[in-house]
């Protein structure tokens, strides 16, 4: 009788323990099995939910203290345009997060907050090259003169430039020469810049416009003239451009 009743009391013992264990066990279950941390891989084809109403501070929280490269505190990892993070449509601000990327984009895609509403308008269908005041080429004009230019008639005195330009820009030019006759004088003169289409020979076009140009009076004592002017073509080409004169003169650009 006394063995009798020792088997059975270890026999119930035996049971409320595995009892115990298989309740708090279930806790932690996935697809009523075990989470198991440090694990490589715990497996689940049912959502993991944690519910928890904690005030003042996070419902979870992940610490990853290692100075090492490549340690991180969270990854998460998705098919390939799935997106890894979904959050509830009221969510607020995240605090210290950096989005390296906008709809595709980078930073550097997007204008200021403080520039003009007008000024982002004028990106609709356009370059950022073409946005007021933005210079998107410089030439120089550099050389000695080699030909002469007929009288009456504005021809290009030296070397000349070829500058692109869409229908919308334009064409800014500051030359400076110094005009000098071989003998005599004094000589009037008409002198501005010029351009053409850089594929014919039509008549040259002052970048003032119609007729107008600068005068000077040249004297065998050398003077430097300026000619500051600005236009702009109205069509899209590549201009010939350069300094143009009346007038036979020897000068150096």
Same mark, same amino acid.
């Given at each position: 009788?006394?063995?009798?009743? %020792? ?45 928890? &109403?904690?005030?003042?501070? @996070? ?9 090492? /490269? ?11 345009? &799935? ?5 509830? /449509?009221?969510?607020? &601000? ?28 004028l990106l609709d269908g356009k370059d950022i090259s073409e946005l007021p005041g933005t210079v998107v080429q410089t030439v120089n004009i550099v ?5 002469? @230019? ?5 021809d290009f005195v030296g070397p000349t430039a070829e500058v692109t330009t869409s229908s919308t820009q334009r064409l800014i030019g500051v030359v400076?020469? @110094?005009?000098?006759?071989? %003998?005599g004088g004094p000589l009037t003169f008409n002198y501005g810049l010029c351009y053409r289409s850089a594929d014919t020979t039509n008549p040259l ?14 004297? %065998? ?6 000619? /500051? ?18 007038? %036979? ?5």
């Amino acid at each position: 009788m006394r063995v009798g009743r %020792t088997t059975v009391f270890l026999v119930g013992l035996a049971m409320i323990l595995a009892v115990v264990f298989g309740v708090a066990s279930s806790a932690f279950g996935a697809n009523n099995d075990n989470f198991i941390l440090g694990v490589l891989t715990n497996t689940a084809t049912d959502t993991t939910r944690l519910s928890g &109403k904690v005030s003042g501070g @996070p419902a979870l929280q992940v610490t990853n203290l290692k100075t090492d /490269a490549g340690s991180k505190g969270l990854q998460l990892n998705v098919a390939d345009n &799935k997106p890894p993070l979904a959050v509830n /449509a009221t969510a607020g &601000k995240a605090t210290n997060l950096n989005s390296d990327r906008l709809d595709g984009l980078e930073a550097s895609a997007f204008l200021k907050a403080n520039q003009k509403a007008a000024d982002a308008e004028l990106l609709d269908g356009k370059d950022i090259s073409e946005l007021p005041g933005t210079v998107v080429q410089t030439v120089n004009i550099v050389g000695n003169i080699s030909t002469a @230019p007929t009288f009456g008639k504005l021809d290009f005195v030296g070397p000349t430039a070829e500058v692109t330009t869409s229908s919308t820009q334009r064409l800014i030019g500051v030359v400076s020469a @110094p005009l000098t006759l071989d %003998t005599g004088g004094p000589l009037t003169f008409n002198y501005g810049l010029c351009y053409r289409s850089a594929d014919t020979t039509n008549p040259l076009v002052l970048f003032y416009g119609g007729t107008n140009t600068a005068r000077g009076t040249a004297t %065998t004592t050398p003077v430097s003239w300026t000619a /500051a002017q600005t236009t702009v073509p109205g069509v899209a080409d590549t201009w010939e451009v350069g300094f143009s004169a009346h007038r %036979t003169l020897k000068t150096t650009l």
